[in-house]
């Protein structure tokens, strides 16, 4: 639902209010970015946007200013910077509209970085629901440390499926066009040791399976010609983008995500008890947030600290006829169970690792249903200790989502990170949830769902060879927990899947037919 709509500025509703009388554990403004995260845009889509990022000075504002064929952004003429606040601008290009989003600078040289950080979460209140690229700007010919920065903190902003929507925009490049620049850029790359340059090019092409080269676009001298051709390939390469993306746009909802798992990280390095471990944490996020360290280092370093022990892999191919640690909840099905592939005509794993069992929720007691489509339920996991890693399967169908939820959150959706499923065909494909999206996650009381929630159009979620990361507590946690309730039988370790104090409302299964 559009809450307002003007020339140069399309805003999109999120979504209600929070219920009343709700109580969480977490600080209010966590919690309700995590929430604001999890209610769904509205279908209807806005003009396709590409948004400018990038450190200060690079040339964001003038690069908007030839987008949008005028002179609609501010430009800096000297060390401070001019882009205060985010700020958009519509327009017509070839038949189609373009939202040009501009947004301030990293390293900006009179503002403090919880200055910048505010202003850029202001993002989310003008952008478009349809995100097509992520422009990263930088000055041809300089790119340095703190540029390199600059790549790090916004990849941490945004979060890792960033990437794939994300173009490398040179400015300043004078007469030169993408081509000479790959050109002059391959030969830097083939030096020892390469560049950091090389290092942001590598990471593109990993993100979208392809050549990151074919995502560099240059703008040169600022010039009426110049200007028109730069901008046709910009909206080229960004068309090109969103056609590789399937049609999909970047989730803005994932910045929110991004900036809620941040401060759960705050939260839980206020929480650390010892001081030295302490004084350590609140350095390496100064440099986190500087762009000089990774949000991963972070997290290692934060759980060593908090002594969560080793992180286990659990693999589920439910080749045993069993679903696990998941049980139903309510009593969508009549006694859900996994289902032999030749049961199911035309339905295989890409892997070729499927096995000979699969969980369908278009079927039940093991066997095929007529309009099984038509049934809804939900499956839930024990809860669990979250470990590092990432959450994968191979998965298809179009009838609900896959999500991971905080344990102590009831039954609210603000506690859950949840990934919709949107395949229409036989083939279970490869399905993640990465590991920087459940950072937020890591070490808390957690569970797993399976929601079918959608009675037509593939409404059936299809899933095999599923993997989760689990912690188990190491020997000095358990024993420490065990003093401080002086019975040393609490002190036996978390088995794999199995249910903790923080468990939710029970789970129950319906009685075979």
Sequence with gaps: VCSSRD??????????????????????????????????????????????????????????????????????????????????????????????????????????PEELATALERFSEIVSDHIVTLAFVVPYGRFGDAHFRGWRLIRGAFGASALKYTALLFTGVGART????????????????????????????????????????????????????????????AADVEVSAGGRGYDHGEFLRAQARRKLMVARITAITNEEDKRVLELLLANVESGAAADSDLMR?????????????????????????????????????????????????????????????GTDSGVRLRNGDERTGELRTAPFLLGQGSIRCEATGGGGFIAICLADGGEDPGGCLERR?????????????????????????????????????????????????VLVPSDNTTEAEGEASGNESSATPLPLGVPTTSAPAAATTAPPP
Excluded at 205 to 219: K, L, P, Y
């Design 7 to 112: 020339t140069s500025v399309w805003r999109p509703t999120l979504g209600p209010e929070m219920p009343k009388g709700h109580r969480s554990p977490l600080a209010g403004p966590v919690w309700l970015s995590l929430w604001v995260a999890a209610v769904p845009l509205a279908a209807a889509r806005g003009p396709a946007a590409v948004v400018l990022l990038g450190p200060s000075g690079a040339g964001k504002s003038e690069t908007g200013n030839t987008l949008s064929g005028g002179s609609n952004f501010l430009v800096s003429g000297g060390l401070e910077s001019e882009t205060l606040v985010p700020s958009a601008q519509v327009v017509d290009f070839e038949g189609r509209q373009w939202q040009i989003v501009d947004t301030p600078g990293y390293f900006d040289t009179s503002r403090t």
């Design 178 to 237: 993408e081509e000479d620049v790959r050109n002059e850029t391959g030969k830097l790359c083939a030096k020892t040791p390469p560049p950091m340059l090389c290092t942001v090019l590598d990471e593109l092409g990993a993100a979208h399976g392809g050549d990151a080269m074919d995502r560099i676009v240059t703008f040169g001298r600022l010039e009426p010609e110049r200007r028109a051709r730069d901008r046709k390939q910009l909206f080229k390469v």
């Design 421 to 469: 499923l949107a395949l229409r065909g036989s083939v279970l494909e490869a399905f993640e949830i990465g590991q920087e999206e459940l950072l937020a996650f890591v070490g808390q009381a957690v569970y797993l769902r399976l929601v079918d929630d959608r009675q037509k159009n593939w409404g059936f979620i299809a899933l095999d060879n599923l993997e989760y990361p």
């Design 301 to 361: 370093r934060l759980e060593e600290a908090e002594g969560l022990g080793e992180t286990q892999m659990v693999y589920l191919d439910f080749e045993d006829r069993q679903l696990g640690p998941f049980s139903q909840v309510g009593s969508g099905f009549r006694q859900p169970m996994p289902i032999p592939y030749v049961a199911m005509k035309g339905f295989e794993s890409a892997s070729g690792l499927g096995g000979e069992l699969f969980i369908h929720t």
